[in-house]
């Protein structure tokens, strides 16, 4: 069973940086891609950011220029650098991970969700 664990959230002022982590654990094939999503109160779950194993990403408009999302493949660690951050960046950040794993003696594709990390940015 894979499990995804995330860290680096936490309150940080406006035009301030954090960096999120999400690791992915167990026994893994493969990783198809990574990502962040995040959901504001009252606001549905929106994308951020996803990578794919060869390194092609995409943003939401809303965090173009100002998020990077990075993929250790060695790892199965992704990063979401967040700088320039404002209020509305507000929100519980959750990890993806689309992966190709052992099942039954073969093989599947599946998509895991991490439990999510609290970014607040206010001063």
């Known amino acids: 069973q894979v499990q995804l664990l995330e860290s680096g959230g936490g309150l940080v002022q406006p035009g301030g940086s954090l960096t999120l982590s999400c690791a992915a654990s167990g026994i893994i094939f493969s990783i198809n891609a990574m990502g962040w999503y995040r959901q504001a109160p009252g606001k549905e779950r929106e994308l951020v950011a996803v990578?794919?194993?060869?390194?092609?990403?995409n943003y939401a408009d809303a965090v173009k220029g100002r998020f990077t999302i990075s993929l250790d493949n060695a790892e199965n660690r992704v990063f979401l650098q967040m700088n320039s951050l404002k209020p509305e960046d507000t929100a519980v950040y959750y990890c993806n991970a689309d992966l190709t794993e052992p099942w039954m003696g073969l093989s599947r594709e599946y998509d895991y969700w991490g439990q999510g990390t609290q970014v607040t940015v206010s001063s």
């Open positions: 990578i794919t194993s060869g390194t092609n990403t």
